[in-house]
């Protein structure tokens, strides 16, 4: 029986080995092959003596069940964003202010800015057991089984430095482009809707609540950022990013240390003239102060470290040709005129459509089928034609005129009011129900796992559901007999569906799809109705824009949703089928029913998320100063409230101030 421990530890030592080898050396030194028949004789040898199966082993990176929803992680240390430097005087101002600080000359590490998903790994004893999300920077989700199907990051630390009994590490998680493109030819073969780039590739894979989905992912991890480390101090980020390696995480290779605005300028354009050769996407280059002390001494703003700044780099342009122009209907019946374009590579990924906006910008640009055109793509951003090469107008070519009639309902199109946009006015057009749902259900709004694009499609011809409401009446013997849908398919979208109905008054009322009500205006009306559904449905225009960030074009498109006897049908139709609202929970008890009223412009919050912040720890938001008030938060400008405040000797506090009453 020993024998069979030892030769359990000796391939999964082999195997880690060669993980390191591959995605911290970047040398690998067995083949895929080779790696693969370790792998496999690993797993045979385990399911023969299950008792010897240890946590650490690399088999055991998949072997999670789904979860049903993310739980929450509070982080030790804040995970921080970064301002940004948009151009070379923003990055020279930054330099003067270092230099002012700290009194003297700055030395600066310089790392590629990646354009993924930050995530934070925790390690106790040398051993993987928790990773998340970044979330707000404070609280974030806990996808620790999804990261455990990473291969490059270690389960099971390394010695060859010392290891902390605690050790926090931050890290960014993407996908490289050939691994991109690969996975979405995949896709195109099984029928399943392709990825728009790398970071919503990476994003999405990570936010799987099946981990074996993730594990079909190619993602990878650079490491760049310690969090909290017990008794092992650091003096700089340069010696924190060289331990790295030693523990076996991968860091980024063009990282590069250098001093003053010379090095700032020198890396930046050596990071964009090799931008196209890196075979992951970045949008910028992050410069931090190198000593730890020195970053001590110039501190953080509440949600940015004052050490350290991000220079942006500029979208990466291609040109290709048109080679149609085709459109497509959304869920509000917008008609969006799309460019088809010759594939082609935009730094690393391959585009073939662009958006055009609408005939306005088309008529701007004047851009024709058939033009040689500059493409654009930054980071998250849909593709984008910039301007037309005249100069390469074929002859004869024909400015273009979107088509009148719905490419999907073939009913006629038109324009509303002012509006640049032409829209296909059928409420019962199938591109627009389809639109419609496909929206209700993603992730941002009801969040029905398994509902994806192709099953909504198919349940939708074959007449299953035409609105929101219609899901909630679904059944496992409505859809069991479905195409290509089988028995266990069934039950799984029925449970999602049933899980779904417990949502949030924000959520639901994203997904209803009102115009221009997003994600943020959701959360906004939410809480100023105290998450009472009713009173959003009764509320009047007068009431609705006096609401901070609401104007009369979102009033009006909300009265006019409610005044909708339709809509209410349907809304009524959910609630009758189980959909019901929870109450928020509480962050903390720290601000125990204590005012706040808040004044003047903020610099790092909105009010509304000043307001959720204060309400989440149990505060309470006013909106005039009394003698009841405890505190006034303060930004810049305050209005008459600050005078008022002062007269009645209330506490004034800056948004610093109110994170470290809530952080205690
Ligand atoms: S350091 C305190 N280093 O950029 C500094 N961030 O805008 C916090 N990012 O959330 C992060 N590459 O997702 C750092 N080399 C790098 C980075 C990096 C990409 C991302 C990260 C962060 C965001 C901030």
């Keep these: 029986m020993k024998d069979i421990k030892d030769k359990i530890q000796t391939l999964i030592e082999k195997i880690n080995y060669h993980n390191i080898q591959y995605y911290v050396h970047d040398n690998p030194i067995i083949s895929d092959y080779e790696y693969d028949v370790l792998f496999k004789k690993l797993q045979s040898l385990e399911s023969k003596y299950p008792k010897n199966i240890s946590q650490n082993s690399p088999t055991q990176r998949i072997g999670a069940e789904p979860l049903s929803k993310f739980n ?131 994003a999405g894979s990570l936010r799987q609540l099946d981990p074996k989905i993730t594990a079909t992912r190619p993602l990878r991890i650079y490491c760049y950022a310690p969090g909290y480390i017990e008794n092992i101090k650091f003096n700089s980020q340069l010696e924190f990013l060289n331990v790295l390696p030693k523990w076996g995480f991968p860091v980024n290779p063009e990282i590069q240390v250098g001093i003053g605005m010379k090095f700032l300028n020198e890396y930046y354009q050596h990071i964009e003239s090799m931008r196209d050769n890196l075979t992951y996407d970045i949008d910028g280059v992050v410069f931090k102060i190198n000593s730890y002390q020195d970053q001590t001494i110039l501190g953080t703003r509440s949600r940015s470290p004052r050490w350290a700044i991000a220079a942006k780099l500029k979208a990466v342009q291609t040109t290709t040709v048109i080679d149609n122009i085709i459109t497509n209907v959304g869920r509000t019946g917008a008609i969006t005129p799309v460019a088809q374009l010759k594939p082609i590579n935009v730094g690393g990924v391959i585009v073939s459509n662009a958006t055009l906006h609408n005939q306005d910008e088309i008529n701007k640009k004047d851009v024709r089928i058939g033009d040689t055109v500059i493409v654009q793509r930054a980071g998250d951003v849909i593709p984008e034609i910039v301007k037309v090469v005249i100069e390469k107008r074929i002859l004869n070519s024909q400015p273009y005129s979107i088509p009148t009639t719905c490419p999907s309902c073939e009913s006629l199109c038109s324009k509303k009011d002012d509006e640049a946009i032409l829209r296909c006015f059928n409420n019962y057009c199938n591109a627009q129900i389809e639109g419609r749902i496909k929206h209700c259900v993603s992730k941002n709004c009801m969040n029905i796992d398994g509902l994806g694009e192709k099953i909504v499609k198919l349940l939708i011809d074959n007449k299953l559901i035409s609105d929101l409401s219609d899901i909630f009446q679904l059944t496992h013997d409505k859809i069991s007999n479905l195409d290509r849908m089988g028995d266990k398919s069934a039950s ?111 610099s790092e919050l909105t009010r509304t998320e000043a307001k959720t912040l204060i309400e989440k720890n149990d505060g309470i938001v006013s909106s005039s100063v009394s003698k009841k008030t405890n505190f006034l938060l303060c930004g810049d400008n305050p209005g008459s409230k600050y005078n008022k405040a002062q007269k009645l000797n209330i506490k004034i506090i800056n948004e610093l101030e109110l994170q470290n009453l809530i952080n205690g």
């Design 492 to 602: 799984n979208i029925i449970d999602s569906i049933n899980k779904s109905k417990n949502t949030t008054m924000a959520r639901f009322v994203h997904g209803l799809g009102i115009r221009n009500v997003g994600n943020h205006l959701s959360k906004i009306l939410e809480q100023h109705f105290n998450y009472n559904f009713e009173n959003l449905i009764k509320a009047q225009f007068e009431e609705l824009i006096l609401i901070d960030e609401i104007g009369d074009i979102v009033a009006e498109s909300i009265v006019n949703y409610f005044k909708d006897e339709n809509n209410l049908i349907i809304i009524n139709r959910c609630f009758d089928l189980g959909v019901n609202f929870s109450t928020p929970q509480k962050q903390s008890n720290i601000l125990s029913k204590q005012i706040f009223v808040i004044t003047g412009t903020l």
């Design 72 to 202: 929450q992680v509070t982080h030790r240390i804040p995970l921080l964003s970064l301002s940004n430097a948009m151009n070379s005087g923003e990055l020279e101002l930054f330099n003067t202010q270092m230099e002012k600080g700290l009194n003297q000359s700055v030395e600066y590490v310089g790392e590629p800015k990646l354009d993924g998903l930050a995530v934070e790994l925790i390690y106790e004893k040398g051993q993987f057991i928790k990773g998340s999300t970044r979330g707000d920077g404070y609280i974030g989700e806990d996808i620790t089984e999804n990261l455990k199907t990473i291969r490059a990051i270690p389960l099971c630390l390394n010695n060859d430095y010392p290891v902390p009994s605690i050790l926090e590490v931050r890290g960014e998680v993407f996908i490289n482009h050939t691994d991109f493109e690969n996975l979405n030819k995949q896709r195109i073969k099984f029928g399943d809707s392709i990825f728009a780039n790398p970071r919503n590739c990476a």
